[in-house]
Structure formats: C-alpha cells, structure tokens
C-alpha cells in the first residue's frame, strides 16, 4: 500500500515561487512514475509534471512549462515541484501522484 503526504502549500504573490513536497510511504519503485496534478475549482484536473524516477525523464504541461520543476530526491525518497513565475492560473489543489493509481490529498496553492 502507498500513501503520499503533499506539504509546501500556501498563498504567495503573483511572480513569486513556491516548493511543493511530496513524502511517499510503502511499495515505491524506482522505475515507476511520480508525478503533480492540479486542480483548480470549477476545472479539470491538469497533470502538471511528472518524473520516471529510475531515468530521470521529466515531462511538463505546457502550461508550466520552463516555470516549473520537477525533481526526486531518492535518497530521502522526496518528491518535489519548483514553482516559479506564479501567476493566478496556477491557483489549484496540487495533489502528488504514484503511477495512477495513488494520489495524496492535496496542498492548495494560491497566486494573488
């Protein structure tokens, strides 16, 4: 069983920056895909980024594209997104992501 515990949420000004962690606990695999999605109300769910952790290939909405960063610390088994260039179309539940079949609950990022 997996669990994904987001944290790093908050409120931040536009062009501002935010990190967003992610703590797995269980059955993670190396060669398995991590990954953010977003939620904003009244929208669909956006998958923002998303990392193969064993080959360090990363893929970007283009959304956020060169504004944000996806990256794995494997040794603390952390996941993280770097945002920068907030703007408010990036207001959302960020949740964290293993494979599709686990999601965490969320941390809610909010641009004003």
């Known amino acids: 069983h997996v669990q994904l515990v987001e944290s790093g949420g908050g409120s931040v000004q536009a062009g501002g920056s935010r990190r967003l962690s992610c703590t797995p606990s269980?059955?993670?695999?190396?060669?398995?895909?991590m990954g953010w999605i977003r939620q904003a109300p009244g929208m669909e769910r956006e998958a923002v980024a998303a990392?193969?952790?064993?080959?360090?290939?990363?893929h970007y909405a283009d959304s956020v594209l060169g504004r944000f960063t996806i990256s794995r610390d494997d040794t603390n088994n952390m996941l993280y997104l770097h945002m920068n260039s907030l703007n408010s179309e990036d207001t959302a539940l960020y949740y964290c992501?293993?494979?599709?079949?686990?999601w965490g609950q969320g941390t809610q990022v909010t641009v004003s």
């Open positions: 992501a293993y494979t599709t079949a686990y």
């Open positions: 269980g059955s993670i695999y190396n060669d398995n895909c």
């Open positions: 990392i193969y952790t064993g080959l360090g290939r990363a």
